[in-house]
Nanobody, 115 residues
Framework: QVQLVESGGGLVQPGGSLRLSCGAS????????MAWYRQAHGKQRDLVATIDSGGRTIYANSVKGRFTISRDNAQNTVNLQMTSLKFEDTAVYYC?????????WGQGTQVTVSS
């Protein structure tokens, strides 16, 4: 079992930045593929970015060049640096950990982009 706790969400103006963090309980965190998803109100949950155990990253087209995912295996954390935020980035952001066809989810953190 992996427990994930997200933090760093909040209210930000368009063009602003936020940094989300996700702390994981598992000591073998480094072997998991970590990801950020988001779910806007009334919509499905979509992938934002992933980072595998080797540090390889994948981004949704909508966030390429604006968001950066990173991980610190010593601290068991994965971060999402978000810049140039847009209204359409408003959503609940979820951290996930995946390995061996099992996915664990955090409780989510709200990001609201509003003027």
């Amino acid at each position: 079992q992996v427990q994930l706790v997200e933090s760093g969400g909040g209210l930000v103006q368009p063009g602003g930045s936020l940094r989300l963090s996700c702390g994981a309980s598992k000591t073998i965190f480094s072997t998991y593929t970590m990801a950020w998803y988001r779910q806007a109100h009334g919509k499905q949950r979509d992938l934002v970015a992933t980072i595998d155990s080797g540090g390889r990253t994948i981004y949704a087209n909508s966030v390429k060049g604006r968001f950066t995912i990173s991980r610190d295996n010593a601290q068991n954390t994965v971060n999402l640096q978000m810049t140039s935020l847009k209204f359409e980035d408003t959503a609940v952001y979820y951290c996930s950990a995946n390995r061996d066809f099992t996915t664990y989810w955090g409780q989510g953190t709200q990001v609201t982009v509003s003027s």
